[in-house]
């Protein structure tokens, strides 16, 4: 799930930038480039935690822009098949429901969601048992398992389950009011 791994990358700065304080604004420039991104390989980019080697730079031809290469440590989130994660439902209908956890975004079939459970339409769709006592609807938390993951050059998707012992709802807020 979470990993501590060492990356790399080429920062581009301008010159102006150059002087007492170079270190400071490549640092800056590349938690705003990194942070927040996925990279099919690593997974999604949750924090930087400190930068082991910033390399001679290149200047670029032209343009007076110099590229640093810049060897950092980061925390990376990478989902895999069979892991069980809380996520929070953003979205019912029909087919099924989709969850996310964190930066991931999982879909559960209608297949993959228990027999007793049957889907209500309405202005807050939603999956309810027989007896009412437990409700999917969205902003519930739940507890699910990958089944699988896609991964692209920029993002990962997920297919789970609550369809197994101990998965399902956590928290319902409609069982508040």
């Given amino acids: 799930m979470f990993f501590h791994i060492v990356l790399e990358r080429k920062i581009q700065l301008h010159?102006?930038?150059?002087?007492?304080?170079?270190?400071?604004?490549l640092v800056s420039k590349l938690m705003k480039e990194v942070e927040g991104t996925c990279s099919g390989r690593h997974g999604f980019v949750v924090a930087?935690?400190?930068v082991e080697d910033i390399g001679k730079g290149l200047i670029r031809e032209g343009t007076?822009?110099?590229?640093?290469p810049v060897k950092y440590q980061c925390v990376v989130f990478r989902p895999f098949k069979g892991e069980i994660l809380e996520a929070v439902v953003t979205m019912v209908n029909k087919m099924g429901?989709?969850?996310e956890a964190g930066p991931v975004q999982i879909f559960?079939?209608?297949h993959l969601i228990p027999d007793d459970m049957e889907y209500q339409a309405g202005d807050m769709p939603n999956y309810t048992t027989s007896d009412g006592?437990?409700?999917?609807?969205?902003?519930s938390e739940v507890r699910l398992k990958i089944m699988g993951t896609r991964v692209d050059a920029t993002e990962i998707f997920c297919i789970g389950t609550i369809k197994d012992d101990f998965l399902?709802?956590?928290?319902?807020?409609?069982?508040?009011s």
């Fill in 15 to 25: 010159p102006r930038y150059f002087g007492p304080h170079l270190r400071e604004k």
């Fill in 48 to 50: 930087i935690t400190g």
């Fill in 64 to 68: 007076g822009f110099v590229t640093f």
């Fill in 97 to 99: 429901f989709f969850a």
């Fill in 108 to 110: 559960v079939s209608n």
């Fill in 133 to 139: 006592s437990v409700k999917i609807q969205k902003d």
């Fill in 168 to 176: 399902g709802v956590i928290s319902d807020p409609g069982a508040a």
